[in-house]
Structures are given as structure tokens and as C-alpha cells.
């Protein structure tokens, strides 16, 4: 067991966490959409500390993350027209592109495949890292492995401690889903894995209509995999059942309730309410799910979204969550 520390990002916080990813250990690290568990991208044996300390599959790659278009340049071979109109309108931001790999990537950051996903995250610790490091970093959410991803340091803590030397505190995260994938390699988007930017935003940018995956699109290889799931069972709720109260079992010893509508009914033993849109709902839900789990509850009530916007990348995660 290694010690882990946690410590807020600021000039010596950074340089020691470039010196511990310049030596081929590991950084956990916020950015807008989730914490990253994050690695040297050009370094293979660090890529596979990445996946030992979070149990992950080998067949699931990581995301590299970039300060940039030309840092982004050393990790793909071939960027294209599409890319780079979305690189305009969403970089940084919590967009992921999906291109052709360039040699200079190991196979162990990629699982062994001829595409690499990309990212130019906007918040400042992130981008502070990447600055001061001058290089790409191979960073998945730094959660162990199926669990829900994590929105703050203490969620990381939970998952990695003794496993990671050092994580570094940036507060709650803006967005709260992973980043939207988009595989960019030909003229038209295709989404692989939905998040906060919505299709339409996309389309917009593109110029282009989106495209539905076709065969040779590759699966976004973590959407295969058990994920985003707590501890408690999570059965999905209609908001109707929410406001009518029509929720007998709620007041059962271990059952709890996330919810974003008023309640009525018989009040639960647990419950958080995180209302607002859908938008909120996103940045609050991982939170929620991982808070349910430490208070207990077993079996979880879970109120679901209108399937559109913001809100299809948010019942994507729900129905994940629910399914074992
Ligand atoms: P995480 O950051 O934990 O959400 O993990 C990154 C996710 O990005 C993986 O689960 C994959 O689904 C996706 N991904 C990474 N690389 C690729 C790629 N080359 N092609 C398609 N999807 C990818
Ligand atoms: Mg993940």
C-alpha cells in the first residue's frame, strides 16, 4: 500500500505531480466533467498501472488528454476537417474525439487498436498539469472499476486509496458526466458515448447531420462494460410515481430515494433530492449514487429524466446503473 495524498493544485502541487508522472506513476486529477486517474500517455508500463489500480478490463482504453491542437498532433496521424471544426466549437471542453492513432501511442493506452480518443479538458488544474508536464496524459475516470465515476476528491479517495500517491482537490465537478465521444475520423459525427453536449450541439458544429454507428464505427468499448453501478440495487422511478407518492415500498428498512420532483407519499428512510434541470440532475446523480451507498441503502429508487438533451446522456448512466 502506497499512501495517497490529497492536496489542492497550485505551483508546488503541480510540479510534484508532473515529477510523479515524469517517473511513470499515477496523478488523480478534476476536470469539468469527472476526476481522471491519469498517466503518461507515451509511457505503456504507466498505462498499465492505470488499469491495475482500477481493476479495469484490458480491452477498454483510456482517454489522452491534450492542452491542445498541437499536442493532439504527436497522438493522432491523421486529423481530420470534422475534427477540427468540432476541436474549434468545444475546445477545451468535455468533448472526446475518436481518431487514428499515431505510433508514438502505445498499445497498452489504446487496447491494442488502430484508434485513439482525445480530449482538451478546460479546467484549469487539468490544464495546468498538461502545461506543466509538456506531454499528453492517458487519463479513465478514477474510479475502480464499475463503480460510478467520481465528482470529488473524496470520491476518488474511497475508490484509490493506497493506490495512487497523489490526487489533487480541485472541488466538486462542474458537469458531472463524462465527456461526449465522438468517433471523427470520417465526414459525419458519430456519437459513441452521449454526455453533456447533446447531439443537436454537435450536428450544429459539424455542419453536418450526426450519423448512427454503422459496423465499422468502433464501440465506444466501455459502454459493453458493467458501470456506473453503487452498491445498492437501483430500480429506475417515473417522476409521476415521485409526486403521487405511489411509491408503497419507500418507507422499507434499507430503501432510499434520489429525486429531482417534490415528493409525496410515505417518506423514505433516506432520501436526497437534487433538483432543477436535467443539467443539474447530471452533476449531481454520481454524487447521489455514491452517497446513498455510504448511508446504507440497498435497495435505491432512482427518479428518471425525459430521454432528451442533457437527459439522454443521464439515462444512458441510469440504465447502466440499474442493470446487473
Ligand atoms: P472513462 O474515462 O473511464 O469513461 O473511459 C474512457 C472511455 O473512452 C472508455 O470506456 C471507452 O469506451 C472510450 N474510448 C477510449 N478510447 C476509445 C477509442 N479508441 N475508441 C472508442 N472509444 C474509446
Ligand atoms: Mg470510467
Known amino acids: 500500500m502506497i499512501r495517497t495524498r490529497v492536496r489542492r493544485p497550485d505551483r508546488n502541487s503541480l ?7 515524469r517517473a511513470g506513476g499515477l496523478v488523480a486529477f478534476p476536470t469539468e466533467t469527472v476526476y481522471g486517474l491519469g498517466a503518461r500517455a507515451f509511457d ?12 479495469r478490463p484490458s480491452d477498454n482504453p483510456l482517454i489522452v488528454h ?71 496524459v492517458a487519463a479513465p475516470s478514477a474510479n475502480r472499476s464499475g463503480r460510478p465515476s467520481p465528482t470529488t476528491a473524496a470520491h476518488v479517495l474511497r475508490d484509490l486509496k493506497g493506490r495512487v500517491p497523489l490526487i489533487l482537490d480541485g472541488g466538486p465537478c462542474a458537469g458531472g458526466l463524462e465527456s461526449t465521444i465522438v468517433d471523427a475520423r470520417g465526414r ?63 418507507a422499507a428498512p434499507g430503501t432510499g430515494l434520489v ?12 432520501s436526497l433530492r437534487v433538483p432543477g434541470g436535467a443539467a443539474a440532475y447530471a452533476r449531481g446523480l454520481f454524487a447521489a449514487l455514491r452517497a446513498a451507498e455510504a448511508a446504507g441503502v440497498e435497495t435505491l429508487y432512482v427518479e428518471t429524466v425525459p430521454d432528451r438533451g442533457v437527459g439522454r446522456a443521464v439515462m444512458d448512466r441510469l440504465r447502466r446503473a440499474a442493470s446487473r
Open 66 to 136: 491534450v492542452d491542445g491542437p498541437e499536442m493532439l498532433d504527436r497522438v493522432s496521424r491523421r486529423v481530420t476537417p470534422l475534427a477540427r471544426r468540432l476541436m474549434d466549437a468545444f475546445w477545451p471542453g468535455p468533448l472526446t474525439l475518436v481518431l487514428e492513432k499515431s505510433a508514438a501511442v502505445p498499445a497498452a493506452v489504446v487496447a491494442g487498436g488502430r484508434t485513439v480518443a482525445v480530449r482538451c479538458p478546460s479546467h484549469p488544474a487539468a490544464r495546468a498539469l498538461l502545461r506543466v508536464l509538456g506531454e499528453p
Open 44 to 55: 505503456a508500463a504507466a498505462a498499465r498501472r492505470v488499469y491495475a489500480a482500477k481493476g
Open 259 to 270: 429525486h429531482r420532483s417534490p415528493r409525496a407519499g410515505a417518506k423514505p428512510r433516506w
Open 15 to 21: 510540479a510534484d505531480a508532473a515529477a510523479i508522472l
Open 188 to 250: 459525419r459525427p458519430v456519437v459513441l458515448r452521449r454526455g453533456t453536449l447533446t447531439d443537436e450541439a454537435i450536428a450544429r458544429a459539424a455542419g453536418v447531420p450526426v450519423a448512427e454507428p454503422g459496423r465499422r464505427a468502433p464501440a465506444a468499448p466501455g459502454t459493453r462494460h458493467r458501470h456506473y453501478a453503487p452498491s445498492c440495487r437501483v430500480i429506475l422511478t417515473p417522476a409521476a410515481l415521485v409526486r403521487r407518492g405511489g411509491l408503497a415500498g419507500l
